[in-house]
């Protein structure tokens, strides 16, 4: 066993303890960006489509419903607030890929993998025109992303010829863009990413959806489905809604549906936003081109820039606690905070002294083959996606579409994808859950620590299209 970068350059603890002192528990995305709120649902009341969930994919649901037809009655219900789960509190890489990367992609869906490249681009592309068309204010950059190898077995993953869209740097070059230490080789892919600032996103989301007719109720939980003839009716506490259509947009909440109950499990992501950078701070590092960040390891990193230039720092610790259960508590872990920290300074040791103003955590819906499933139930009346696993800020939208072609019940080019008609595997009910998931956390920080070996079981895991990471 090797030791990584982190280890082998882990700053003095002193500086890590400095560096958290005045942390907050608190999302940044969401204190920045305070959305009009939407009343609880009192009373009954009919809707040609109900969807329940306002994070992106239920917002994406409803704007692109009503550009469908205009006339159509859509009513959201969020048991919370518009976008306060994992809409607001990812990084806020606007992906184009719908597979969860090329690897995934080609391991699963070889024969089609280059047409979901296109339509992952179209969609992407699409947000872009939707973010003008409605005057979408959500700090969106269509800035790329910048791939790192932080460790000398890393370079090779990154090399091959230079294209427009995708450039090798070497050393010389990835420390030009981005000056870190650690930096050993990097791949700026220029257009398959923009950066946005995910709460402003779902707030304004949800203007588009209102102004284009929809309705959105907040703290209205669905606690259950019923048939009622041609129709479905959706329970709240204090209403209900009966609708001809329904969308399931849940994420990493346990399913209404019993079917899909062992298809995800919720998995705990931790990020580090820090103050503003100052004149002199944002010089010591560069970044001019404002990419989005993230390394090559199985546990990595991702980090960006804000429009007010902080540095949003998340990833490596992917947390699955014991029973799938989302806690509140969960949220808050020192442990993992302190290895961000370090692990910052291990990237941008210039910027000692740097104070992080907040700490947060999210949960992802992770499924087994990576990335959205989608399907009908209650006879083509309801649709859902869900299983992002980290991946789909820029897929939701994509999922709109692919729900909303179902609940048509016509057959398109989006439905008749091999990666839209199967399922993934279910995990396996508990304790046999936590048992193999958190194996497989132990192997995959083997192979970090191995210059990317992998041992038999993720040899296995990998030959049976099973996949976990962070």
């Known amino acids: 066993m090797t030791t990584t970068i982190f280890e082998r350059s882990a700053p003095a603890d002193s500086l890590v303890h400095e560096a958290l002192r005045d942390s907050r528990p608190a999302v940044f995305w969401l204190e920045d960006a305070p959305g009009e709120r939407a009343p609880r649902l009192e009373g009954d009341?009919?809707?040609?489509?109900?969807?329940?969930?306002?994070?992106?994919?239920?917002?994406?649901?409803?704007?692109?419903?009503?550009?469908?037809?205009?006339?159509?009655?859509?009513?959201?219900?969020?048991?919370?607030?518009?976008?306060?789960?994992?809409?607001?509190?990812?990084?806020?890489?606007?992906?184009?890929?719908?597979?969860?990367?090329?690897?995934?992609?080609?391991?699963?869906?070889?024969?089609?993998?280059?047409?979901?490249?296109?339509?992952?681009?179209?969609?992407?592309?699409?947000?872009?025109?939707?973010?003008?068309?409605?005057?979408?204010?959500?700090?969106?950059?269509?800035?790329?992303?910048?791939?790192?190898?932080?460790?000398?077995?890393?370079?090779?993953?990154?090399?091959?010829?230079?294209?427009?869209?995708?450039?090798?740097?070497?050393?010389?070059?990835?420390?030009?863009?981005?000056?870190?230490?650690?930096?050993?080789?990097?791949?700026?892919?220029?257009?398959?990413?923009?950066?946005?600032?995910?709460?402003?996103?779902?707030?304004?989301?949800?203007?588009?959806?209102?102004?284009?007719?929809?309705?959105?109720?907040?703290?209205?939980?669905?606690?259950?489905?019923?048939?009622?003839?041609?129709?479905?009716?959706?329970?709240?506490?204090?209403?209900?809604?009966?609708?001809?259509?329904?969308?399931?947009?849940?994420?990493?909440?346990?399913?209404?549906?019993?079917?899909?109950?062992?298809?995800?499990?919720?998995?705990?992501?931790?990020?580090?936003?820090?103050?503003?950078?100052?004149?002199?701070?944002?010089?010591?590092?560069?970044w001019i081109n404002r990419q989005g960040l993230a390394d090559l390891a199985n546990q990595f990193h991702y980090s960006r820039l804000t429009a007010d230039n902080r540095i949003l720092f998340g990833g490596y610790d992917a947390i699955y606690f014991a029973g799938g259960r989302i806690r509140p508590r969960y949220e808050e872990r020192p442990a993992t905070f302190q290895r961000l920290a370090s692990h910052f300074l291990t990237f941008f040791p210039q910027l000692e002294g740097v104070r992080f103003g907040h700490r947060w955590a999210g949960v992802i819906d992770t499924s087994t083959r990576f990335c959205a499933f989608f399907g009908t139930a209650r006879r083509g009346r309801v649709a859902y996606a869900a299983g992002y696993t980290g991946l789909g800020v820029a897929a939701t939208r994509f999922a709109a579409d692919v729900m909303l072609d179902k609940l048509d019940g016509v057959s398109t080019e989006l439905t008749e994808l091999r990666m839209v008609r199967e399922r993934p595997l279910p995990f396996p009910p508990e304790p046999a859950a936590s048992i193999g998931i958190n194996l497989t956390r132990r192997s995959l920080d083997r192979a970090d620590h191995r210059e990317g070996r992998r041992d038999v079981l993720l040899k296995t895991l990998d030959a049976v299209g099973l996949g976990f990471d962070s």
């Open 45 to 286: 009341r009919d809707a040609d489509l109900a969807i329940v969930g306002g994070g992106y994919t239920g917002l994406w649901t409803a704007i692109r419903a009503l550009e469908r037809n205009p006339g159509r009655r859509v009513v959201v219900l969020e048991a919370k607030e518009v976008g306060w789960a994992a809409s607001g509190r990812n990084g806020g890489f606007v992906e184009a890929s719908l597979t969860h990367g090329e690897a995934n992609g080609e391991r699963r869906w070889p024969d089609e993998l280059a047409r979901l490249n296109e339509l992952g681009h179209a969609n992407l592309d699409a947000i872009e025109a939707t973010v003008a068309r409605y005057r979408v204010d959500a700090d969106f950059e269509r800035t790329g992303t910048l791939s790192v190898a932080v460790e000398p077995h890393q370079v090779e993953w990154l090399e091959g010829p230079s294209t427009d869209a995708s450039r090798f740097l070497d050393e010389n070059a990835v420390r030009n863009e981005i000056h870190s230490p650690a930096f050993l080789a990097g791949r700026w892919d220029t257009r398959e990413t923009a950066l946005v600032h995910p709460g402003k996103l779902a707030a304004e989301l949800a203007r588009v959806a209102r102004e284009l007719g929809a309705e959105l109720f907040e703290h209205s939980p669905v606690r259950r489905l019923d048939d009622d003839g041609g129709a479905v009716v959706l329970h709240t506490d204090g209403g209900t809604v009966r609708a001809s259509r329904v969308v399931l947009a849940t994420n990493a909440f346990p399913s209404l549906l019993k079917r899909n109950r062992l298809m995800t499990v919720p998995v705990y992501d931790y990020v580090l936003m820090t103050e503003p950078l100052t004149a002199a701070q944002l010089a010591s590092i560069g």
